[in-house]
């Protein structure tokens, strides 16, 4: 494994920001990292990399300890924090330059590692601007080529995406999607079409606590169990009559005439629905079941962990 935490852990004072959580990332694997804001994320993030201590537990990167060789794990793992610090009134190859050094001091390969990183993240228009002239989205790319000058092993990427317009989105979820070919990748992000595209896995926590671990497709099957049916009659309909009907549990009212039924077994759902229809001579102009995205399941799943 490129990654492997046990019951990691981080406390301020009364506070679990991060409650013993765990999970195992392979190499070439790239893991989306999701959940509700002040879920424990970046603390998580922080804390893999080295820059925050644990409370309690342990990490492994590439076999190395967080706590026990920090330096050793900054060593194979590039970061991209949320905020992005950048250095505005240095030039982009002059900072490059500067954190190449800190990775690698009296590293000959320094100006074509740079370049290398610049022309992956498609800086090279801006190489020669001032970070502080950039727009956001090309500050966003500086700050992914710093993670990448060092050649390391994982990428860590707290919302690498932050900023980018809709062109700048593409290249860089395809650039991601070519490093974890390579590198073992952790991003966080709150675009789910984003995970979908991009993830092979997904981790989800709330309140600090992983609440789910698998595959995006997994996921949507494992939470299908329950499924919302849009229906919209002919003539009023008496919402209390459909909440007879067997597979219904609950009913969305939207007009008298328009609903969202909720239950279990979607054909058997809908042979019902036309059966009840029959019998109240009431036919049906609409019958549509509705697909439980990624962005539900999260929700879903988030609202279950705060209760």
């Known amino acids: 494994m490129s990654i492997s935490v046990q019951q990691l852990s981080k406390t301020y004072g009364e506070q679990k920001a991060v409650d013993a959580i765990s999970f195992e990332v392979k190499k070439g694997e790239i893991l989306g990292f999701l959940g509700p804001n002040g879920a424990g994320k970046s603390t998580t993030m922080k804390m893999l990399t080295g820059y925050l201590p644990p409370s309690s537990g342990t990490a492994l990167l590439n076999k190395l300890d967080i706590v026990s060789q920090p330096l050793e794990v900054k060593r194979c793992v590039g970061y991209l924090p949320e905020n992005n610090p950048l250095y505005y009134d240095m030039y ?114 709330s309140k600090g606590r992983l609440v789910a671990d698998d595959r995006p497709g997994n996921l949507q099957s494992r939470l299908s169990g329950s499924v919302a049916v849009e229906v919209e009659f002919a003539a009023p309909a008496s919402a209390d009559a459909l909440r007879q009907l067997e597979l219904v549990h609950r009913i969305d009212t939207h007009s008298e005439t328009h609903f969202t039924l909720h239950g279990k077994d979607s054909i058997q759902l809908r042979k019902d629905l036309f059966a009840w229809a029959v019998s109240q001579h009431n036919p049906l102009l609409t019958i549509k079941q509705e697909t439980k995205s990624l962005e539900d399941i999260f929700q879903q799943l988030t609202a279950n962990a705060a209760r």
């Open 92 to 205: 982009v190859k002059e900072f490059l330059a500067f954190i190449h050094q800190i990775h690698l001091p009296g590293d000959k390969q320094m100006q074509k590692n740079i370049q290398q990183a610049i022309e992956l993240v498609g800086l090279q228009a801006e190489q020669h601007k001032k970070i502080g002239q950039l727009s956001k989205g090309y500050k966003q790319r500086v700050g992914l080529a710093q993670a990448l000058l060092h050649h390391p092993d994982i990428l860590i990427l707290d919302e690498p995406t932050t900023g980018l317009d809709p062109n700048q989105l593409a290249d860089i979820r395809q650039l991601i999607k070519d490093l974890g070919k390579e590198k073992t990748i952790i991003f966080s992000t709150h675009i789910m079409q984003e995970v979908e595209a991009v993830c092979d896995r997904v981790i989800i926590i």
